[in-house]
């Protein structure tokens, strides 16, 4: 009699992000600064993580390494098993296009473009769909944003709140299964900061992973994972 072959329909329980050994070394001008010392790290698909540490703690090489926009010194960096590490410059690029929304604390708004223009920039560099649809998808994350009112204004007519917004529905352009934030509240106001990590929380529950850095406790608390970095290390979480 032929055995039946049983089926694994055990959950996947590969870390969506995974770092190993990660050390990451700057050469300075009174020499090397070790900017990240051995993190080894997983984060689960759909987790609200908050990197939490004050100002030179190495939260934003971490998530410069995360996106591939800086290199390690040592160790490794997966993103959904992708070896970000072993990436080329225009790989990293072209990769990250697909896979990363990235929300900066200065907005990076392009001034002489539409609200809309600046949404449909991604989407535009990834030849991610005809002209009117990225027109249409980027109308439409505007709106659920409640942007669609300014969406033919410059970004100087309208807040900076408004601004984090637009980057955020920006990031959001190739609807990338990971969205990386670096102190994305840092020049708002604490009501428009809550506003706007209101909206990392909607996009969890969506289904999206979210890396977000802060020195903000507030922000912190609404995370489902909190890890610390302090001088390089982690120190907790």
């Not at 590969?14 to 020499?31: D, S």
């Not at 990197?51 to 040592?74: E, H, P």
């Not at 409640?146 to 529905?169: C, F, M, N, T």
């Amino acid at each position: 009699m032929e055995r039946e072959m049983m089926q694994d329909h055990s959950p996947d329980t590969t870390p969506f992000i995974r770092l190993r050994g990660v050390v990451k070394h700057y050469q300075g001008a009174a020499g090397a600064v070790v900017a990240l010392r051995g993190i080894d790290l997983d984060v689960q698909r759909g987790e609200f993580l908050v990197v939490l540490g004050k100002s030179g703690s190495g939260k934003t090489t971490l998530v410069n390494l995360l996106t591939g926009l800086d290199r390690v010194t040592a160790g490794e960096v997966w993103v959904a098993a992708t070896p970000v590490h072993r990436l080329s410059a225009g790989a990293a690029a072209r990769w990250r296009g697909q896979t990363i929304g990235v929300v900066f604390q200065a907005f990076e708004l392009l001034p002489t473009l539409t609200l809309l223009q600046n949404v449909m920039l991604p989407m535009d560099f990834a030849r991610h769909g005809a002209p009117a649809r990225q027109r249409e998808r980027a109308l439409a994350l505007l709106a659920e944003l409640e942007l669609a009112d300014h969406a033919h204004k410059p970004p100087s007519a309208i807040s900076g709140g408004q601004q984090q917004r637009v980057a955020i529905a920006r990031a959001l352009a190739n609807d990338p299964p990971l969205v990386v934030a670096d102190e994305p509240t840092g020049s708002l106001d604490s009501a428009t900061a809550a506003t706007v990590v209101q909206i990392f929380t909607r996009l969890v529950a969506q289904g999206k992973t979210v890396v977000l850095v802060t020195h903000d406790h507030d922000v912190a608390r609404q995370a489902t994972r909190v890890i610390t970095l302090s001088d390089g290390e982690l120190t907790g979480g």
